[in-house]
């Protein structure tokens, strides 16, 4: 990444906010992925060694949301929406319009989110305002996630996991598990042996 934080093969005019950390060996696409990054945390988004960033992903990271993606992650096309903390862990492959959210940004109450609705107008880039509660969401290392999957607030994703295409995730997944489906539910366990080959 050159001064000031821009890359060299960008087609986007912009620049990597100051709070993210690009490993060296990391890859980014664009800066265009940060175009909805709001974060004011000292450290919004860390993307480790290795991993790779494609065309599509957006950080959509409110003023206190922070991500931090492991070593040799890929990414491509997906939503990561985060006032709280979403981790991604090593080895990682997060499909296409996959989304992950540690946040509803809206409460379920009627009355409330239509005053909420009514304050978007008001916000200096129309951006929903913040208040709601948000959960972490933690997915471990060696997790697939398939294309059109969205991960729900507080989820946790064990080591090895596989999580099928089109499937909303709003449980804990344990690790070396296959889950499918809306809602997403247990379908196999598979082999560890793999995983701890790759741990050691």
Not at 1 to 10: A, F, G, H, K, V
Not at 43 to 52: A, D, H, N, T
Not at 122 to 151: K, M, T, Y
């Amino acid at each position: 990444m050159s001064e000031p934080r821009t890359l060299p093969w960008d087609w986007y005019p912009g620049t990597v906010p100051g709070n993210v950390v690009l490993d060296p060996e990391a890859y980014l696409e664009t800066s265009y992925s940060f175009f909805h990054y709001r974060s004011e945390a000292p450290e919004g988004v860390r993307i480790g060694r290795g991993s790779s960033i494609y065309l599509g992903v957006m950080f959509d990271v409110g003023p206190a949301g922070r991500v931090t993606i492991g070593e040799f992650s890929l990414m491509n096309g997906a939503w990561i929406m985060s006032d709280a903390a979403i981790e991604i862990g090593n080895h990682c492959l997060i499909s296409w319009r996959v989304v992950l959210m540690d946040s509803y940004r809206l409460p379920f109450d009627v009355a409330r989110r239509r005053r909420r609705l009514e304050e978007v107008p008001l916000s200096q880039r129309r951006h929903l305002p913040s208040g709601e509660p948000a959960h972490p969401i933690v997915i471990g290392n060696c997790v697939w996630i398939g294309f059109d999957a969205c991960v729900l607030p507080g989820v946790t994703i064990g080591d090895g996991s596989v999580v099928g295409a089109r499937s909303v995730v709003m449980e804990d997944v344990p690790p070396n598990s296959v889950v499918a489906g809306n809602p997403a539910r247990f379908v196999r366990k598979l082999d560890a042996s793999g995983l701890q080959e790759v741990q050691r």
